[in-house]
């Protein structure tokens, strides 16, 4: 991995992820976020860490609290 991997994703990889955030799942499910992990060239955990801070500051910007149980629960 190169040392841009070390203190976030590369602008291209950024760039793969807030599409997928926006167009397609904010809640990937494990294959799912798998595949975005491949595509991004990123590991399942970065992608997995990088998808949880992501909803927090979309939940955020949106007014509601940065962690919410689903309306099941």
């Known amino acids: 991995m ?3 991997t070390a203190s976030g994703p590369t602008e291209d990889q950024v760039e793969i992820l ?3 955030f926006n ?5 990937p499910d494990p294959t799912t976020l798998c595949l975005i992990a ?14 949880k801070q992501r ?3 979309w ?3 949106e007014g509601l609290p ?3 149980r ?4």
């Open 2 to 4: 190169s040392a841009e």
């Open 18 to 20: 807030e599409y997928n």
């Open 23 to 27: 167009k397609v799942n904010k809640h």
């Open 38 to 51: 491949a595509e991004a060239g990123l590991s399942e955990e970065e992608t997995q860490k990088w998808f």
């Open 55 to 57: 909803l927090a500051q």
């Open 59 to 61: 939940r955020q910007s």
């Open 66 to 68: 940065s962690e919410c």
């Open 70 to 73: 689903s309306v099941t629960d």
